[in-house]
């Protein structure tokens, strides 16, 4: 049993505690020490959709740069004048942060192709215009570009993370259905077509461009990328799928 002196200390504790025995003297001193940091753990913080849309941004540049393994979650807070207490509150830590920064990703693309209004264009057009918006969306959007070469240098670990990615890209296969069903009707196309085989031809041609301009640009000493000759390449590509698009001849 502990002994409490005159002076109110409790000798046994001397040395390794130094708050006084006193009950009444005791929940004083603890209040002092505990409240400063309760208040600040227990505060929400104020625009809680800006600081996330921040943090995001924020991450974006971080994990194209350096990928998941190099991304540094104190470069992130300091990016955004933030902390990295605020971002696990936001986000819990950094894979969940990664994968958000793919759904974030992923939904912007998707969401700037829903604007292409390719209803009222003939489908031979339609294909044209899918092909120009993803090519330019690649050379302008490089973090994307960083980002999904990285996440398949991880064999897809983090994205099988998040069942929302596959119902975020359904919509850029249902819209090739629709351009692709219109030219079939027309007679344009020919009819064993699968949307997704369009879009992975569109995608690869066009992020080559990009994934691989410093590569091949050394070797062929040709400019890639946005400084290569983007509309010319563009159109290169859009008739290489219209090509394999049109109705096989009958002999």
Known sequence: MLRRTNDGRCPDLT???????????????????????????MRKPKAPET????????????????????????????????TRALINYYFLGKEQLYVAVLERVYAEIREAERHLELDHLPPVDAIHRIV????????????????????NQARGRHMKRSPALRTINRPIVEM????????????????????????????????????????????????M???????????????MVLSWLRPVPVC
């Open 176 to 223: 090739l259905g629709d351009v692709i069903a219109r030219g079939q009707a027309d007679g344009v196309f020919r009819s064993d077509v699968d949307p997704l085989d369009v879009h992975m031809a569109i995608a690869a041609l066009g992020i080559f461009n990009v994934t691989n301009q410093y590569t091949f640009g050394t070797i062929f000493q040709r400019e």
């Open 15 to 41: 040395g390794l505690l130094n708050f006084p025995c006193d009950s009444v003297n005791f929940e004083d001193w603890m209040a002092t020490q505990v409240s400063p940091v309760r208040t600040t753990a």
């Open 132 to 151: 120009e918006f993803t090519y330019d969306y690649y050379v302008e959007h490089e973090d994307f570009v960083r980002l999904v070469v990285a996440e």
């Open 51 to 82: 600081n996330r849309a921040q943090i995001l941004a924020a991450a974006i540049a971080e994990f194209a740069s350096r990928g998941f393994k190099g991304a540094s979650m104190d470069a992130i807070a300091a990016r955004t004048s933030t």
């Open 225 to 239: 990328g946005a400084k290569g000759n983007v509309p010319e390449r563009c159109r290169m590509v859009a008739d």
